[in-house]
């Protein structure tokens, strides 16, 4: 249900999962009930455990309120400090693959390096999960770098 997030819908349901989490009044089964009056009970779900997930992603990512994340994919993705630091050996080249890209979190180091420019640096991300490409492109542009990068679904053995 993660791509429904994607969706008009799906960032309102968000948006109202965040506002009403923000009242600390409120019982986690308080705002899932509200949240099942106004949206389908899926995708009602959907956002509480996005909501769940971007607050432990914060330890990994400034970012995290504005991204998306499956649970495998934020649990094996790498924290921006030590992608910046994967990312740097790449420093100089010009078109780069990230294999097995998961929700993006080497792929937005490696498309927004400060040394990158923008005209020169191709990013392609393959993952076979096409819900993690679909995210890893959504995390890349919540850091600007959606320009830099190209999305595969593919097995990377093939």
């Known amino acids: 249900m993660e791509l429904g997030l994607l969706s008009p ?3 309102d ?3 109202r999962a965040e506002a009403l989490r923000g009242d600390r009044n409120r019982s986690e089964l308080a705002v899932a009930a509200e949240l099942r009056k106004e949206y389908p009970a899926d995708l009602a779900a959907a956002a509480m455990a996005q909501q769940e997930l971007r607050e432990a992603a914060r330890a990994k990512f400034a970012r995290a309120a504005d ?4 649970r495998g994919g934020y649990e094996q993705s790498s924290s921006e400090m030590i992608a910046r630091h994967r990312a740097a050996r790449f420093a100089g080249f010009r078109r780069i693959a990230d294999l097995c890209c998961g929700i993006g979190g ?5 498309a ?7 005209l020169t640096v191709d990013v392609l991300a393959v993952d076979r999960d096409e819900t993690h490409v679909r995210l890893a492109l959504h ?5 600007g770098a959606l320009g830099r990068v190209r999305g595969c679904v593919a097995d990377v053995r093939d």
């Open 106 to 110: 080497d792929l937005i180091a490696l």
């Open 13 to 15: 349901a968000l948006a």
């Open 112 to 118: 927004s390096a400060p040394d990158r420019d923008v």
């Open 139 to 143: 995390n890349a542009a919540v850091y």
């Open 9 to 11: 819908a799906g960032r």
């Open 67 to 70: 991204m998306l994340f499956t």
